[in-house]
């Protein structure tokens, strides 16, 4: 009996002990770790990450931009891309509550800021102050486009960029300008001259490898990391710019060249069909916008852009397209809304679809529906009278911000290849004779539309 006591009792000691084993190691884990940032499930992420290189570059970069009053806001696409993800618990976060770094702290070579320069009052000791904190900073700088037009200005540089490198980490900062269409622009980052190529992983750089425009954002305040930022207060809208952000400058040395051998009309009837075509232009933009449509210069309205930066004044309209895929039932009716009752309407949405409206002074608005195949793109014509089909042929292409009129506007980013498929390789000799059924090099006939259809596809207003 004795014995069997003692095989009890060893049980029940071995039990207690195991208990009390597994509570230490359930105490360790869920609460000493806790406290003290040990623990394996939080090594990502956690207290310790507070002290990583980039989450100190970043603060000091912060302070930096903070005690000299630089208006930069947070443009990062991989931190805004995790704050959107969270973004009602981030915009809650009070500064001082951060138990982790989830932001900041991620891997990568740079963090990227804007900068509204025109914000900017005290440009002057910025890179003093900056070295005095341990930075080695880096200023990109070229021409400014926007006075590219001005002789006299001409030449005249801007900053367009600053890299400064604390450590083994980069803080980009793209120095985003205003411009007369109300937007934002940055420049490309072209290093000139003797500038050490190894200073930071250049092509790992989010921005700088073109031009970009962008919407003037609303800006807020929230706390991210610990950190106080400004950030787009849409941060979804932002981040969908940037792919589609790329920008061509007018080719304003090649407009003078133009008018040196052909001399602008500058008649008081010229003047005055460019006046009327530009405001037609932008109420059609406006309303667009509005109905959330893409659309982009076309035909002549585009070769006056990229031949003269000027609307051509012998052209009589307005001419703009859009991929048949972004049709809206409600484009007719939006445009009807702001006054420009509807001319025609040719085709229709599967097939060879063209609108047209009535502008004042008698200037015209022309919308060519573009549709794509495996190997090019095509936008359709129709000869009223005898219900004979066109078809327009295009090499496929991108779109890209410009600077029109006063506007941020579309073209296709591939514009030479555009303007050579409509007016052929002759395109700078001024053509004032146009037969859009036969003088286009692209033009090709597409068959007849059936008799039984005209009703639908011939419509005249």
């Excluded at 307005?318 to 040719?346: C, E, M, N, R, T």
């Excluded at 395109?427 to 090709?444: E, H």
Aim: glycine share 6%; net charge positive.
């Amino acid at each position: 009996m004795s014995r069997i006591n003692k095989n009890v009792i060893l049980a029940v000691l071995t039990l207690t002990s195991s208990a009390f084993l597994l509570f230490q190691l359930y105490y360790y884990k869920h609460y000493l770790s806790a406290k003290n940032g040990a623990g394996v499930s939080k090594s990502k992420g956690s207290r310790i990450g507070f002290d990583s290189t980039q989450w100190r570059a970043v603060k000091k970069f912060i302070m930096l931009t903070s005690s000299q009053n630089v208006p930069v806001f947070l443009i990062d696409p991989l931190i805004l891309e995790l704050i959107n993800k969270d973004f009602e618990q981030v915009k809650n976060t009070s500064h001082g509550s951060t138990s982790e770094c989830k932001f900041f702290c991620v891997p990568r070579d740079f963090t990227a800021f804007a900068l509204r320069y025109h914000l900017w009052k005290n440009e002057e000791g910025w890179f003093r102050i900056a070295e005095n904190m341990g930075f080695q900073c880096l200023k990109i700088e070229s021409r400014d486009p926007r006075l590219d037009g001005i002789d006299s200005l001409f030449g005249t540089e801007i900053p367009l960029h600053y890299i400064c490198r604390l450590a083994s980490h980069a803080i980009h900062v793209v120095v985003f300008h205003e411009r007369s269409g109300n937007y934002l622009w940055h420049g490309h980052l072209r290093l000139k001259g003797p500038v050490d190529r190894k200073f930071v992983p250049f092509r790992k750089l989010q921005f700088g490898r073109y031009p970009g425009a962008f919407d003037r954002p609303e800006l807020q305040q929230i706390t991210v990391d610990g950190l106080e930022v400004l950030i787009p207060k849409d941060p979804m809208h932002f981040l969908e710019e940037i792919p589609h952000s790329r920008f061509i400058e007018c080719r304003y040395k090649e407009a003078r060249a133009f008018f040196q051998q052909y001399l602008d009309d500058n008649t008081a009837e010229a003047m005055a069909f460019r006046k009327s075509a530009k405001e037609l232009l932008q109420l059609a933009a406006r309303t667009l916008q509005k109905l959330g449509v893409r659309f982009w210069l076309s035909s002549g309205t585009c070769l006056g852009w990229y031949r003269q930066c000027n609307i051509i004044p012998y052209s009589k309209d307005v001419d703009l397209g859009i991929f048949v895929q972004d049709y809206k039932s409600d484009i007719i009716s939006a445009f009807q809304d702001v006054g420009l009752p509807l001319k025609h309407k040719f085709g229709k949405v599967e097939d060879s679809l063209e609108l047209s409206f009535q502008g004042k002074d008698d200037v015209k608005l022309d919308i060519f529906f573009f549709y794509e195949e495996t190997d090019h793109m095509w936008n359709g014509g129709t000869q009223a009278k005898t219900g004979k089909k066109f078809k327009y042929l295009f090499p496929k292409f991108t779109l890209c911000w410009t600077e029109f009129v006063d506007m941020k506007i579309h073209v296709p980013c591939e514009t030479i290849d555009y303007i050579e498929a409509n007016y052929g390789k002759t395109w700078k000799i001024p053509v004032k004779t146009w037969d859009w059924k036969r003088s286009p090099p692209n033009v090709r006939p597409n068959g007849v539309w059936p008799i039984s259809e005209w009703d639908e596809v011939i419509q005249l207003y």
